[in-house]
């Protein structure tokens, strides 16, 4: 969104998770609602996590990525949708390209989450 709340273009993002419990015994959920400072980065993060990271700052590292452990190709631009274990995914090349507008423009960046 622009500063005027004007959405300048949609993505899709997929909050499926897992269901089961993290490292600390605590049940997986996805990136709750709310307001997070936001860092990006373009690479290659494994499998999981596809050509892009873009940090949210929350306390049990729920993140935006793409890939897909077990997709044919989890590095293409389009490679499909798997569960996360509580991270939000989008495509790849969609994430590359608001990773790439973030790191533009100060790469730190609000991000509301909402339902």
């Known amino acids: ?12 993002c997929r909050s499926d998770f897992v269901p089961g419990y993290n490292d600390q015994d605590q049940p997986r ?20 996590y596809g050509t892009f990271y873009i940090r949210t700052g929350d306390c049990r590292a729920r993140d935006i990525h793409g890939g ?3 997709l044919p190709n989890p590095y293409d631009p389009h490679q499909g949708w798997v569960p996360t274990l509580g991270c939000l995914r989008m495509q790849n090349a969609d994430g590359e390209e608001v990773a790439l507008w ?6 730190n960046m609000l991000l509301e989450v909402v339902d």
Do not use: T
């Open 1 to 12: 969104m622009n500063d005027y709340g004007q959405v300048i273009k949609p993505y899709e």
């Open 29 to 48: 959920e996805s990136l709750p609602n709310g307001n997070y400072w936001c860092k990006a980065e373009l690479g290659y993060f494994g499998d999981p």
């Open 102 to 107: 973030m790191m533009a423009n100060g790469n």
């Open 68 to 70: 897909g452990s077990g």
